[in-house]
């Protein structure tokens, strides 16, 4: 599994959002990216999936060049959970979820009998097992975002890209989500996009920044350091190191 990224420049109108962007992910892992708002990070997202047609650049994914793809295809080899979803249209918590098969599915919209136990393994794993026969319009901004990231699991891509998935979770289920994706990315490439620096020196292997167009750097979480923070959001930034934390604090 491999996605690559070869100076990628996009532009919304004349202005440019993502300049010369070059990336290559090819060890299963959890990368996490950051930068301030209005950095290009959902932009990069919505690039690689075909959301938006880049400007000059390719992509490759699974080492296919992924432009002009068929969504089925696209979907089979990369899962991507959006910032806000709305297309729910009265579905249940497990109609939703079920989605991320519906490219298997054979000859109408039945499932096995292992997918339903899939689903509530999932839906369990992330405390909302007892929600599986609600609405999905009816749960709460969090609640809805962990029955999108439960699809994009089951969905079972060799790729995932999450934009801000824990934006309108707790505390408790920010830290549960967290552990859930540091265990699926031992088989896959996870890319998370997030405002939350600690969380991503806590649990990523990698970490990726965006600024003014460009990537500022890529590197393994361990050797982070203050300078590339503050110089990332024009803050002065300190990595704490104490034996009163049980990990370090930026």
């Known amino acids: 599994m491999s996605l690559e990224i070869k ?12 300049n010369n962007i070059n990336l290559n992910f090819t060890k299963n892992g959890l990368y996490s990216l950051l930068g301030k708002n209005g950095s290009g990070k ?8 075909n959301f938006l047609k880049v400007k000059n650049g390719e992509i490759f994914i699974n080492s296919k060049l992924s432009l002009n793809k068929h969504p089925s295809w696209m979907a089979k080899n990369i899962s991507y959970v959006p910032q806000q979803s709305s297309d729910t249209f009265g579905f249940s918590v497990l ?5 991320g098969k519906a490219l298997e599915l054979k000859g109408g919209f039945i499932h096995k009998k292992d997918d339903i136990k899939k689903v ?3 839906l369990e794993k992330l405390n909302i097992l007892k929600f599986k026969d ?4 009816d749960l709460s901004g969090g609640e809805r975002q962990l029955v999108y990231i439960a699809r994009a699991i089951l969905q079972n891509a060799s790729i995932m890209l999450l934009d801000e998935p824990t934006s309108a979770l707790d505390f408790k289920n920010q830290i549960l989500f967290w ?6 990315s031992k088989e896959k490439i996870v890319i998370v996009c997030t405002h939350e620096p600690n ?3 806590w649990f990523s292997d990698v970490m990726l920044g965006l ?8 590197i393994d979480s361990n050797l982070i350091n203050d300078e590339l923070i503050s110089e990332l959001y024009d803050k002065k930034c300190q990595i704490y190191k104490d034996e009163k934390f049980i990990k370090p604090l930026i």
């Open 199 to 201: 969380h991503a020196y």
């Open 211 to 218: 600024k003014d167009t460009k990537l500022k750097f890529m």
């Open 120 to 122: 509530h393994s999932i």
């Open 42 to 49: 959902s932009t990069l997202f919505k690039c690689i999936m």
């Open 7 to 18: 100076n990628l420049s996009f532009s919304y109108h004349k202005k440019e959002v993502l």
């Open 95 to 99: 109609e939703i979820v079920l989605m």
């Open 179 to 184: 552990q859930i994706v540091k265990e699926i």
């Open 134 to 137: 609600a609405r999905v319009m």
